[in-house]
């Protein structure tokens, strides 16, 4: 089923959240994403299994180890990757996910999605949370013009 | 020791690195820096700071319509007065300011009597003008050639 814009709105209304797959190189998208939500003021946790802290941030080898636990959790991995992080997710009780879509896919295929569902978890898929950030950049905003000129921009409910 | 709250909003990282710059430049003049993003920042520390800088990307329609972003224009909406501290605004920009520091200065509003400093600076690195303008604001000195 399509992403709503209230299954959005909820998952950015999270104040706790985990960022999977977020990279120490600062030129790479999940790296910017991740500070991105932190100077908005959101509680964002990285997740990276290559190592402990990211800019001296400590960083979880995965989401079950984050203490006190996430209320969601932002996939920014591949999509082969997600499969495994939406198990640990539904392990640990997060119910909201944000499966990463952008150029290349991201953590969104048919089978990430199917595996969402089996697992139970309301999953926001297929899009990029910048497109939705007030003031976003006006990149970011050409891609939700175009995502509304195809019809793929989410609808209300 | 004087104090430096240098607090940066930065949509790609190139204010980030200008903020972590004037940082440096401003510790090895003496300055006791701190440099935060206004996500690490906590608003209320800045009513202690003798130096007050707060820097932000210009956003806007190529040569139009310039303006600081919402994740800053929250965090100046939760400072406090800053009657005694000297306060400077920075900016990256590719193409022209425009209205930036016009925008920055009026979200500040009466917090602060007067702005010390415009700085801006198009990429992310300070230039020999800048470094001159930073001493000139932090009452340091600046080496000649």
């Known amino acids: 089923m399509p992403t709503s814009m209230n299954q959005v709105d909820e998952f950015l209304a999270l104040k706790r959240i985990a960022v999977v797959g977020v990279s120490r190189n600062p030129k790479e998208l999940s790296y910017t994403l991740w500070q991105e939500l932190r100077q908005r003021r959101y509680d964002a946790i990285p997740v990276n299994p290559s190592t402990t802290e990211i800019d001296g941030v400590p960083c979880y080898p995965s989401v079950a180890d984050i203490v006190p636990a996430v209320d969601g959790a932002l996939i920014v991995t591949t999509a082969g990757v997600a499969e495994q992080v939406l198990e640990q997710c539904a392990a640990a009780a997060i119910r909201k996910v944000w499966l990463y879509g952008g150029l290349g896919g991201g953590a969104t295929s048919d089978v990430t999605i199917r595996t969402a569902d089996r697992l139970g978890l309301e999953a926001v898929s297929g899009l990029c949370p910048y497109m939705f950030l007030p003031g976003t950049p006006a990149f970011h905003v050409m891609h939700a013009w175009g995502k509304k000129l195809t019809g793929s921009y989410p609808k209300a409910g | ?145």
């Open chain 2, 1 to 145: 020791m004087t104090t430096a709250a240098v607090v940066y909003r930065s949509a790609t990282g190139t204010t980030r690195q200008l903020a972590e710059e004037i940082g440096a430049h401003l510790r090895a003049k003496g300055v006791d820096a701190t440099v935060r993003s206004v996500g690490d920042a906590d608003p209320a520390a800045l009513a202690t700071a003798d130096l007050v800088l707060l820097g932000c990307w210009t956003s806007g329609l190529f040569v139009i319509a310039q303006h600081p972003d919402e994740p800053w224009l929250a965090f100046v909406r939760d400072l406090p007065p800053l009657p005694n501290a000297r306060v400077g605004l920075f900016t990256t920009y590719k193409l022209v300011t425009g209205s930036m520091f016009p925008r920055m200065r009026a979200a500040l509003g009466g917090r602060t009597p007067h702005v010390d400093l415009e700085l801006k600076v198009r990429g992310a690195h300070l230039t020999d003008a800048g470094r001159a303008a930073l001493d000139r604001f932090a009452g340091v000195a600046t080496e000649t050639a």
